[in-house]
Nanobody, 117 residues
Framework: QVQLQESGPGLVKPSQTLSLTCTVS??????????WTWIRQPPGKGLEWIGV???????YYSSALVSRTSISRDTSKNQFSLQLRSVTPEDTAVYYC?????????WGQGTQVTVSS
């Protein structure tokens, strides 16, 4: 059974960098065909795709966030991470990591991140 768990600070100050890590168990992030994704849901809004790191380490980002986003991975720990720079209160959301294999088939429980001074 694949499990994903987000971790990171729940409160970030404006202009700082939001950093989250997703720890994957029950499957390797380097297994061919899998894509490891960050998604968020602001309060009262729908899901927003942020970006992805694929099994081969390639990365792709939302065009709306590409200038502020980096996704990296640590294969020795079976983790992948999100950095979102220069945050504003509009980046307040529940952040999810998820696996995509065709569809999004496994999700983390989500972690609330609030941007506030």
């Amino acid at each position: 059974q694949v499990q994903l768990q987000e971790s990171g600070p729940g409160l970030v100050k404006p202009s700082q960098t939001l950093s989250l890590t997703c720890t994957v168990s029950g499957g390797s992030i380097t297994t061919s065909g899998y894509h490891w994704t960050w998604i968020r849901q602001p309060p009262g809004k729908g899901l927003e795709w942020i970006g992805v790191t694929a099994y081969d380490g390639s990365t792709y980002y939302s065009s709306a966030l590409v200038s502020r986003t980096s996704i990296s991975r640590d294969t020795s720990k079976n983790q992948f991470s999100l950095q979102l720079r220069s945050v504003t209160p509009e980046d307040t959301a529940v952040y999810y990591c998820a696996r995509k294999f065709g569809a999004f088939d496994y999700w983390g429980q989500g972690t609330q991140v609030t941007v506030s001074s």
